[in-house]
């Protein structure tokens, strides 16, 4: 699906070392631990390129993968540590607004997330700087196989509810479990289509 190499590139601590801008790039973006580093070691199918330890107070890096030839993955560090320390979060929030604002490359978001908690605010505050920043992002729920067929529509009007505040959500939500392989090759092929 992706021709050429899926791989680690770089990480990235600030805008000077974002790489040329001459792919097409999407972004993913999620509380930590709602599944992210799970759904990019699902979607590029590499088992151990994201490092699924975002350890809190750690050095927060913008990771660059390579989508094939054509396109960047780009994963933005998990957000809502509870405990990181205010200088982080600030250094953090700062590199993020320049990045969302700046890259004229960036054609989606994908806000990833948890399917038991649906959003919460410290995701809205992600995608009102998505609004502001004219980024249109699209939802993934993840970790679908914890929830109940029961709980699919509680947790569907919540999500649709929250995004009807938001002017650059895009409205096809995407339904993934990277445990069970469930939304994945979807997922693929809407990043694939992406131009
Ligand atoms: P990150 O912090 O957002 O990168 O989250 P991780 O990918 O490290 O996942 C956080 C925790 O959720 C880990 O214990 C994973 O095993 C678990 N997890 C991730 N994806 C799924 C999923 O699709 N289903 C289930 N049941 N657990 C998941």
Not at 29 to 40: D, E, P, Q, T, W
Not at 82 to 97: D, H, I, Y
Not at 156 to 185: C, D, F, M, N, W
Request: net charge positive.
């Amino acid at each position: 699906l992706f021709a050429g190499e899926v791989d680690f590139l770089k990480g990235v601590v600030a805008m000077s070392g974002l790489p040329a801008d001459d792919r097409i790039e999407v972004c993913f973006a999620g509380r930590s631990n709602v599944g992210k580093s799970s759904l990019i070691n699902a979607v590029t199918g590499r088992k151990a390129l994201a490092r699924a330890s975002n350890t809190p107070g750690r050095t927060q890096e913008i990771n660059y993968f390579t989508l094939g030839d054509e396109r960047y993955l780009v994963d933005l560090p998990g957000y809502g540590f509870a405990n990181a320390p205010v200088a982080v979060v600030e250094k953090w929030q700062a590199l993020l607004k320049q990045y969302l604002s700046g890259r004229a490359s960036l054609r989606r978001a994908f806000v990833l997330v948890d399917s038991r908690h649906g959003i919460k605010p410290v995701d809205e505050e992600i995608m009102t700087l998505l609004d502001k920043s004219a980024v249109t992002f699209q939802v993934v729920l993840t970790k679908a196989d914890k929830i109940k067929p029961i709980q699919y529509d509680a947790l569907l009007t919540q999500v649709r509810e929250k995004l009807a505040k938001h002017p650059a959500a895009y409205p096809e939500l995407v339904l993934t479990s990277s445990e069970k392989g469930e939304g994945i090759a979807n997922l693929r092929s809407i990043i694939a289509g992406i131009g």
